[in-house]
């Protein structure tokens, strides 16, 4: 899978996983080579194979980013309904899950469009307590850009697609 002919659904398909997850997983590697999955329930992809993480809670991958800053990012489409309509056909009309390779760039302040972006984002928790404590102060942003992608493949189900 291209992932700059193939941006448009793969941010499509990114969002319909949060929608079903609130979170997707991204994984690194530490200082001694040693894997390890953080959910990150803020990711965002731009137009043109770059993204960003606000980075409050996330405490290996800073960490990890120092000595080796390549991730992957795992989105699943864990949606009821997509999987008993694909398993009722026998076939899958869009990938179930996709992995996007890429490196970690810098920590930077975020701007003010992307604050307004999380909390569209997480527009429909307004008003709850949690919200505010989870999502309430977030500042800093970490900048990721990304070089591969690649579509998870489930046997007969997947073929077919890209």
Known sequence: ?????????????????????????IASVDEDN???VTPIGSLFLNRDQTGYYFEKYP????????????????????????WLKSLFRGKFKSSPAIKLYGVLENRRPATPEE??????????????????????????????RFDRAESVKLGEMTSGLS
């Open 1 to 25: 899978m291209d992932v700059k002919d193939n941006w448009v659904d793969i941010r499509k398909h990114f969002n319909k996983a949060f929608r079903s997850n609130f979170y997707v997983s």
């Open 34 to 36: 040693k894997p390890t």
């Open 59 to 82: 405490q290996s991958l800073p960490r990890h980013a120092e000595a080796n800053p390549n991730i992957c990012a795992l989105a699943v489409n864990s949606s009821v309904f997509f």
């Open 115 to 144: 604050i307004i972006r999380l909390q569209k984002r997480m527009r429909a928790t307004r008003g709850m307590k949690g919200n505010t404590y989870l999502w309430g102060d977030m500042q800093c942003v970490r900048d990721i």
